[in-house]
């Protein structure tokens, strides 16, 4: 089992910068990725980003050169770097941790991100 917990959501005006934390705890040695999702009002969850447990990123075209997804020495924290938001940005961001097969551990409870024009 595993439990995430998220932190760092808020208001923003656009161009500004916000970071997610995001805490994993229980079988965290099991965990082969964790990412970041958002939903915004009306539209289906999206992918944001993801870090595999030897480092390899991936980003939505959406995000690329404005986010960046980060995580602690001991792998149990990854952090999701915002910057030069743009109000398409404001949506519920969640994230995930992913066993070797895709099983999908859990997810956050996730955080409110909004970027005002």
């Known amino acids: 089992q595993v439990q995430l917990v998220e932190s760092g959501g808020g208001l923003v005006q656009t161009g500004g910068s916000l970071r997610l934390s995001c805490a994993a705890s229980?079988?965290?040695?099991?965990?082969?990725?964790m990412g970041w999702y958002r939903q915004a009002p009306g539209k289906q969850r999206e992918l944001v980003t993801t870090?595999?447990?030897?480092?390899?990123?991936n980003y939505a075209d959406s995000v690329k050169g404005r986010f960046t997804i980060s995580r602690d020495n001991a792998k149990t924290t990854v952090y999701l770097q915002m910057n030069s938001l743009k109000p398409e940005d404001t949506a519920v961001y969640y994230c995930?941790?992913?066993?070797?097969?895709?099983?999908?551990?859990?997810w956050g409870q996730g955080t409110q991100v909004t970027v005002s024009s």
């Open positions: 995930n941790a992913v066993r070797d097969d895709n099983y999908v551990y859990a």
């Open positions: 870090i595999t447990r030897g480092g390899s990123t």
């Open positions: 229980g079988s965290i040695a099991s965990i082969y990725s």
